[in-house]
């Protein structure tokens, strides 16, 4: 089955500056993948998502590349704000079976 | 005003009760999740369901039971046999199959379980 690995699982940026985190997937079936924002004590909330026929999707200051030859994707905020401060979670989806999730990434975004 | 709720958003059980958390989405999705939240950690499948009255086994089912009688409801029992229940509980849905964009998949806000 789908495996996704997740990294860095803390990230701590200064305000203003970029983040990226990275996410690898090993079924080469997998067509999409979506991103998730969790803030503490409430529900992931679905941000930005790609689909395998697509290179790279931007919206506002956030952005998801995908890499099919090496089978990565990744999710770039730019601006950083302490907003942004959350826990991010990437996943995969293969055929008819339910996301995969990493295991999360804990972004702390210093003003 | 559409999406998931969960109630309660707290819930506090003595051990070797069963307790049922409940699950209810107005999206019209035909697929619904539960997940199991551990603090600090990822999000693990506990069962789920791609249609009224059929529902799967995900990850760590063992202890956890399950119905789909509607399409919009979803309910997750914890029961005695749950050696360790206390964790946040998330509920999700998503289209699969219907029309639109079948591949987004939506949270509720949680239930947090302590049993004690």
């Known amino acids: 089955g789908e495996n996704v690995e997740q990294h860095p699982s803390t990230l701590s940026v200064q305000e203003g500056d970029s983040a990226v985190i990275k996410c690898t997937y090993s079924?080469?079936?997998?067509?999409?993948f979506p991103w998730y924002k969790q803030e503490l004590g409430k529900g992931p909330q679905l941000i930005i998502d790609i689909r395998s026929n697509v290179g790279e999707k931007k919206d506002q200051r956030i952005a998801v590349t995908l890499n099919k030859t090496a089978k990565h994707f990744s999710l770039h905020i730019t601006e950083t704000q302490p907003e942004d401060s959350a826990v991010y979670f990437c996943?995969?989806?293969?055929?008819?079976?339910?996301?995969?999730f990493g295991k999360g990434t804990r972004l702390s975004v210093i003003a | 005003d559409g999406g998931i709720t969960q109630s309660p958003k707290y819930l506090f059980r003595k051990e070797g009760q069963n307790v049922t958390l409940s699950c209810e989405q107005n999206?019209?999705?035909?697929?619904m999740y539960w997940y199991r939240q551990d603090p600090g950690q990822g999000l693990r499948l506990i069962y789920y369901?791609?249609?009224?009255?059929?529902?799967q086994k995900g990850d760590i089912a063992e202890g956890y039971s399950v119905s789909r009688e509607k399409k919009e409801s979803f309910p997750l029992t914890v029961t005695s046999a749950q050696k360790n229940p206390t964790a946040f509980y998330l509920c999700?849905?998503?289209?699969?199959?219907?029309?639109?964009?079948?591949?987004?998949?939506?949270f509720g806000p949680g239930t947090r379980l302590t049993v004690t």
């Open positions: 369901s791609q249609i009224v009255n059929d529902f």
């Open positions: 996943a995969a989806l293969s055929g008819n079976t339910p996301l995969v």
């Open positions: 079924d080469s079936a997998s067509n999409y």
């Open positions: 999206l019209n999705h035909d697929a």
């Open positions: 999700a849905s998503s289209p699969r199959g219907g029309s639109g964009r079948p591949y987004e998949q939506y």
